[in-house]
């Protein structure tokens, strides 16, 4: 049987996260920590800008909450 890294994934969240199993998402949406789920946040509203979906005004402040978010980890 093929292992996961030669399997096509089922679904790709963001254009980042791979999973292979509905199974394997139910487990990572169940057990989402804050960290994770702060990453997420930030993956979806990278992931909708560069697709186009937000406006610019929208854009702008995704941006700034993202840059702020990062800098206050460091």
């Given at each position: 049987m093929e292992n996961e890294e030669e399997q096509k994934p089922l679904g790709i969240l963001f254009n980042t996260l791979n999973y292979y199993t509905v199974d394997d998402l139910n487990k990572f949406i169940d057990n989402?920590?804050?960290?994770?789920?702060?990453?997420?946040?930030?993956?979806?509203?990278?992931?909708?800008?560069?697709?186009?979906?937000?406006?610019?005004?929208?854009?702008?402040?995704?941006?700034?909450?993202?840059?702020?978010?990062?800098?206050?980890?460091?």
């Amino acid at each position: 049987m093929e292992n996961e890294e030669e399997q096509k994934p089922l679904g790709i969240l963001f254009n980042t996260l791979n999973y292979y199993t509905v199974d394997d998402l139910n487990k990572f949406i169940d057990n989402l920590t804050v960290e994770q789920s702060m990453f997420c946040l930030m993956w979806c509203c990278e992931y909708a800008q560069g697709k186009g979906i937000l406006s610019l005004e929208e854009a702008e402040i995704i941006s700034k909450s993202i840059r702020k978010i990062r800098n206050s980890e460091e």
